[in-house]
Structures are given as C-alpha cells and as structure tokens.
C-alpha cells in the first residue's frame, strides 16, 4: 500500500509535468472530438495519430494516446444524447434514454449525468487498475510458453464469445486474422511466407493498416452517400444542473456501471461496448420502475455511460501487466507502444516504473479534463457535428491515408488499408464481426512461437497443455466459452450475445 | 443466396488458397514445427468454421437485402484511395491530397468548384505544415518536390 502510494507519488511528478500534461490534454480533445464524430471510433483515432507521436518520448506519446481512448468514451455521449446518433459504438444504448431525456428538455441534465458518471467511472477505475496491475504482472512471470498459449488462445475465443451474434462467423474472422498475421517472415526460420516477392511484407502486415482499413475506411464506404446530418439539439450552460432526484437517481447506476464495466474491461472483447449494453440490461432490471426505460430513466445513461468510461481502464490491465491486448484497441495501444521501444508485460512495471506511474497518474489528470471539456464546452463540440458528411469523410480519408503511410513510410502500407476497407466493407454487409480480425493480426506471431515454443518443449505432446494448471485451467474456461455459445442452438432462444448484436443494429 | 453463405463460401476459398501456398513451405513435424505448420493448422479450422457458417446459413438475409445503395459512392472513394497510394511517392503528399481532394468534393459530392478548389488546397496545405513542419512527421515531396 505504502509502495504503491509512493510509486504514485512518483507518477504524478510524471504526469503533472508541463509536457506530459499538454499531451494529456491534446489527446483528451482529440478524444472527445473522435467520440462525437460519428464514423470515427477511437480505434481509427488512435491509429491515425499515431504518427504524430514518433517525435515524442514514450510517456508524452501513451498518455496522448490513452487520452484519445478514454476521451472518445466522453465524447460518445454527446452525439447519443443530442442527435440518438452514437458517435462510437460503445454509445449505443445511450442513445435510448439519453435521447429521451433531451426531447423532455433536460439534455443538458443528460450530459451532465453521462460525463459526471464518466468521471467518476474514470477515476475509480484507475485506481483499481493502480491496485491490480502490479500483482497481475508478479504472478505472470510464471508464465512459460504453454500458459501464454493457453492464455492468447482464451484472449481470442472469449473476444469471439463476446461478440454480438454468430459464434462460428466470430471464430472464422480470428482465424482469417491470425492467418494474415502469418504472412511476412516466420521468426523460427527466416522463411519469407506469403509475400510474393514484396520486400516490405518481410515484416508482416501491420495491425495499423488494418485496424483502419477495417474500422475508419470500411465505415467511409458505408455511409457514403449521406448528405445531410440530423437536427440537433443544443443545451443551454444553465440547463446542465441535474436535479437533486436527477443525482439521487443516477448515483447506484454510476456506482453499479463502475465496477461492472472495469471487470469486463479485463475479460478480452469489445468491453467497452459489451459493458455499456450489460449495464443497461442490469440496471433495467434492477430499477423499481422498469417502464420509464426507453423514455428518458436516468439509469439507463448513468450506468451504461460509467460502465464503458471504467471498462476502458480494464482493459490496460492485461495489456500493461501481461503484454496481452484484450481488444483491438489495446492491441493497436500495444502496437503504439512498441513502435516507441516499450515492451509492455510483467517486466514494465520494474523497468519503467517512471512510464507506468506517470500514464496511471496522467489518467487521473486526464478525466479531470474531460469534465471541465465536456460540461462548459460541449456546445463548442456540437458545432463540429454540423460540418456536413460529404465534407467531413474525404477530411478523415485524407487523414487515414497520412497516418497509414507515416507509420513505416511506406505505400505498401496504404495498399493494406486500401484492401482491407474493401473487405471490412463487404464483411459488414455479409454481418461478419472485424474486431477479431484486428487481434488475430496482433496475436498471430506471439501464439505461433508460444505454440511452436510449447511443442519443443514437450517433444511434439499436445498433452503439455493438459498438464500445467495455468494452461489447463484458461484451456477449460475456452471450452466452457464454446459449450455456452452452442446452448441457444440447442434451446432455440436469444442469449445476450444475440440481443447485443441486435441492440448495436438497432432493432432493439 | 444468403449472406452467411456467400461470406462462408468466400472463407471457404481463402482457406483452400491458404492450404495450396502452404505447400511451398517446409511442415516440419509435430517435434519440430516448420513454417507452414501453423498457418496450415489455421487453414483447416478456418475452413471448418466456414463449412459451419454455410450449413447453418440458411436462415440467414439474403443477399440483395444487406442493402448496396452506396456501391458507386464505395467504388469512387476507393479508386480514390488507389490513386494516392499510386501518386503519393511519386507527386507528393500536397499535390495528391489536394487532386484527391478536389474530385471527392467537385466530382463525387457535386459541390462548388470554388469550394472544392479552396477546400482542396487549403487542407493539403495545412494538413502538410502541422503534420511535416510542426510534428516532423517524414512526408513525401515526389519528383518536383511538392
């Protein structure tokens, strides 16, 4: 406890810093700007700034990154409650009430109730990522090539399992990812796999290309052809008081939303779109007057508002203690994190102690910022949504093109984005998920050499896996993960996974 | 035709495709994999997951009902984004950003050729002033050194 306020102390020193706090604050706006634009996910935001970070040091540029994360939560919410737009996925269901709640005319008490509750997600959140991280990384150093094995394969089935709808179609899209994460070089022997002479293959096809060709390319295709945006409705700076009952009914909700989503922020998957959707479940519920849900109930922004800003927290906690990203927007952090010479894994903590306390800090300095951007200067934001979208998309292509490219200075880069936005297209209309597809490209070299490792090791016996307990016990949890996917094609009925699915399509 | 069939048919051919390159590459053994261990093992259950996809597909959308009104729109914007990963290196990041610029705006969108010149110019402009002057990020300036 003494240590860890001491590293604290250490963090702050950090992060209070002049530099550290203008970047924390650079990517707090550019956060929040991602999360009110509709069409640009925080994933694509990170990616494409990116490059921007290679002049920086590596604790100026993971905490502007982060700040792009956690901002974009915020900033979600804007667009979901003045438009019943969700500016990112993880918005979704607070399109619902939040809507609601400002067609009755207390959108300025929406917004105050989603960034108060974010904030307070936000900062409970890190000190339980403070607190748990450390003994997570202690206990991962036991780690040998079977348990991470066990432990990446169990990452990609539990983000399939997670995944809204199809269960087969989920697992197929990992496959396809870790099948294009094998092409480049085959780290064991040197042989040049799949690359067909390109040179600039040799060291794989990127997670950034990717991520953004997938996410921010595929999105452009398919809202093309939109003309103008929806009204939208503007508070006053007077009507951002909640009222008391307003507090009183939105502080179970935020408490509850908290701890929800920073636990499934652990778990791989989309966390913080499956949190905000299982908060909302929960707490309609729970509440005493189910029926007010869909008509402007302050737990139905409250909850699924905190549930996402916490799960965003959560899901550093497998990235920074064992190296393993959880969704694909740590697995492009990881990425990030790489390019700048830092190896996250149960060894950062020791080695870097002044970058790990000083990004848990910046987070603490980094919702403070949020607030203060998203109460007073949310009318400020909303200007932004009044750029019309035949404006906006040839901006965020432009930009998706310059990030691609200055991530290796490379053309061959832009090419990747280039074919996988033509495939993350068709993909969302066949209704296939890309989320695995992103992880399976970060994962593919870490779970081939674990796997390759483990078998050396065993002199060719599977039944290595069966005879660690780490290894065995994340193995049985992927088994059960894979029994309870097929129990609704056995009962014939809607799990949550299905009614995720139809809740981020809308029909719910 | 349903989606799920037609994706699951896509995914069906990749894995073959995969599974016929992997033949150029040593397998190894189980003792001692090679480098087309793994990506053939990928392979098959890729092509099992598929095959699940497509049986249980039945039920699933047609088709013609995911909607493809877009389509001319999604094909402009691509060939867009072919040509500045054509362009790029060999004009320069200002020159074919603000052509890219100028037909997504004065061609595909129909806006003002005003509007769409100054808008074109002006972002590549700037967007190459903050990006490579001020954050020092390498772009390229192609043949003419623009």
Redesign the interface.
């Known amino acids: 406890m003494v240590e860890t306020i001491q590293n604290l102390a250490l963090g702050f020193s950090v992060a209070l810093s002049p530099p550290v706090l203008l970047y924390a604050f650079v990517g707090c706006v550019v956060g929040t700007l991602v999360g009110v634009l509709p069409g640009v996910g925080p994933l694509a935001g990170i990616s494409l700034l990116l ?2 970070t ?2 920086l040091n590596a604790t100026n540029a993971i905490v502007m990154l982060a700040g792009i994360y956690y901002g974009a939560m915020y900033g979600g919410s804007t667009t979901s409650i003045l438009m019943r737009i969700p500016g990112e996925a993880a918005s979704v269901m607070t399109c619902i009430d939040g809507y609601a709640m400002a067609r009755k005319g207390r959108a300025g008490a929406a917004l105050a109730i989603a960034a108060v509750g974010s904030y307070v997600a936000g900062t409970v959140s890190v000190v339980a990522l403070m607190f748990l991280a450390p003994p997570l990384a202690a206990f991962a150093l036991r780690f040998g090539p079977p348990e991470y094995f066990a432990l990446l394969l169990l990452g990609l089935l539990v983000l399939a399992y997670m995944s809204g709808g ?1 269960m ?2 989920a ?2 899209m990992a ?2 990812g ?2 294009l994460g ?1 092409v480049g070089i ?1 780290q ?2 040197g ?1 040049f ?2 690359a067909y002479g390109v040179v600039e293959l040799g060291d794989g096809i990127g997670v950034v290309p990717v991520a953004v060709g997938l996410f921010g ?1 595929a999105e ?6 939109q003309v103008t945006p929806p009204p939208v409705i503007k508070p006053k700076l007077r009507e951002l008081l909640p009222s008391r009952q307003e507090w009183r009914d939105s502080a179970m909700p935020t408490a509850r939303g908290t701890v929800l989503g920073f636990l499934i922020g652990i778990i791989p998957g989309s966390a913080h779109i499956i949190s905000s959707f299982v908060s909302y479940a929960v707490e309609r519920k729970l509440s005493k007057k189910p029926e007010e849900f869909g008509h402007g109930a302050v737990a139905g922004v409250a909850g699924p508002e905190s549930a996402n800003n916490s799960a965003t927290s959560g899901a550093f906690v497998p990235m920074l203690a064992l190296g393993v990203p959880s969704g694909p927007i740590p697995a492009v952090m990881l990425a990030a994190m790489m390019v700048h010479g830092v190896s996250p894994g149960p060894m950062l903590i020791n080695e870097q102690p002044q970058l790990f306390w000083g990004f848990i800090a910046s987070m603490y300095v980094g919702n403070i910022v949020l607030l203060i951007l998203n109460l007073p200067m949310v009318g400020l934001f909303v200007n932004v949504l009044r750029v019309p979208y ?2 906006l ?3 965020i ?3 998706s ?2 990030g691609v ?2 991530v290796n ?1 490379s ?1 061959v880069d ?2 990747i ?2 074919v996988m ?2 495939v993350g ?1 068709l ?1 969302r ?4 998920e890309t989320a695995p597809v992103v992880l399976g490209v970060v994962l593919a070299p870490m ?2 050499m674990a ?2 490792q483990s ?2 090791m065993s ?2 016996s599977y039944a290595i896996f069966l005879s660690r307990p780490i290894a065995t016990t994340l193995l049985a949890v992927g088994a059960l993960l894979m029994l309870l996917a097929l129990r609704p094609l056995v009962t014939k009925t809607f799990d949550w996974r299905a009614r995720l699915a139809l809740a981020e399509k809308g029909d719910l | 035709m349903t989606i799920d069939r037609v994706g699951g048919g896509a995914l069906v051919l990749l894995a073959l495709f995969v599974l016929f390159e992997s033949r150029k590459l040593p397998y190894g053994n189980v003792q001692n994999p090679g480098p087309a261990y793994v990506p053939t093992l990928l392979a098959m259950l890729l092509l099992g997951f598929a095959a699940v996809v497509i049986v249980t597909g039945r039920g699933s959308a047609g088709v013609a009902a995911a909607g493809w009104g877009e389509w001319r729109h999604a094909v402009a914007i691509l060939g867009c984004c072919a040509f500045m990963a054509l362009a790029l290196e060999r004009v320069g990041y200002r020159l074919t950003m603000a052509a890219s610029l100028l037909f997504l705006l004065g061609v595909v969108e129909r806006r003002r050729l005003v509007t769409a010149v100054a808008f074109a110019v002006g972002f590549s402009g700037l967007s190459f002033y903050v990006f490579s002057t001020l954050l020092r990020v390498p772009l390229p300036r192609g043949a003419w050194g623009l």
């Open positions: 490059p921007a290679f002049g199809s087969p179609k697992l197929s496959a396809f870790l099948l094998m085959d064991m022997t042989y796999r799949y390319i452009i295709l398919t809202s093309a052809g035949p404006l998309y040839p901006v292509l432009a930009f093109v310059l490219y200055a200075s053309v832009v090419w984005m280039l936005g033509g297209y993909l209309k066949l209704q296939f779970l081939e796997l390759r078998l050396a002199d060719g």
